[in-house]
């Protein structure tokens, strides 16, 4: 098995311990930094991504998978120009105010990372005014928000209508997700995209910058 492809296969396995001196061993035999990061450490999230979906991998293992995955890639990232770094997009990430709850947006911020966007993540409890201050900051291209509480399902609405009225909203796609919520309300607040889970937010975030 070539380093290449024992590197995916550490990530599919979600060998975190394991993944750095097979990167590191990579790095030595001359590999293209890019190459590591391309044809080792993303293809090995690319075959975690349909095991996901099809219900043979579950969350936990997606996130050692994408840990896994973050390790390779800090050892790589020095050896490359941020420009030759490939990068499909900006991205803001935050779970509503008034929510603390992060397991699916971690989850979001890893998958994503890891197939090539570049994340801010808010973290919890991040109120409007803080999404619009990062996308005066950032400029990106999407606003992904969660919530796991119906009780603060209306804080997306909220920050959908304050990015509005700061004239942001057509700078940006907005998507939501979480566990309470549907694509009906999505679309009923006026939301671009809806991610069921992770994955397919990702797919949405994917669609939106093809």
């Known amino acids: 098995m070539s380093l290449l492809n024992q590197l995916a296969d550490a990530v599919l396995k979600g060998d ?3 993944i750095a001196s097979l990167t590191q061993q990579a790095i030595d035999a001359g590999v293209a930094p890019i190459e590591i990061i391309n044809n080792g ?25 994408a840990k896994a995955m ?13 420009k030759d770094v490939p990068s499909k997009g900006t ?25 090539g966007f570049k994340v801010i993540d808010l973290g919890v409890d991040v109120s409007a005014e803080k999404f619009i201050d990062a ?12 919530a796991l509480l119906t009780t603060t399902m209306p804080g997306m609405k909220n920050t959908i209508n304050a990015i509005q009225d700061a004239g ?9 997700g979480g566990a309470p919520v549907s694509k009906d309300f999505a679309d009923q607040i006026g939301a671009d995209g809806y991610g069921a889970d992770a994955m397919a937010a990702k797919d949405v975030c994917e669609k939106f910058l093809n």
């Open 168 to 176: 942001l909203r057509e700078t940006v796609k907005v998507i939501v």
């Open 41 to 65: 450490l993303i293809e090995g999230m690319n075959i975690v991504a349909p095991k996901f979906k099809s219900g043979e991998m579950f969350v936990p293992e997606v996130m050692m998978s």
């Open 135 to 146: 996308i005066k900051m950032h400029k990106p291209q999407i606003v992904g928000m969660s």
């Open 70 to 82: 973050n390790t390779g890639l800090e050892i790589v990232k020095p050896l490359i120009a941020d």
């Open 91 to 115: 991205i803001i990430v935050g779970t509503v105010a008034g929510d603390l709850h992060d397991i699916g947006k971690n989850l979001l911020v890893m998958i994503l990372q890891s197939t």
């Open 16 to 18: 975190y311990s394991g």
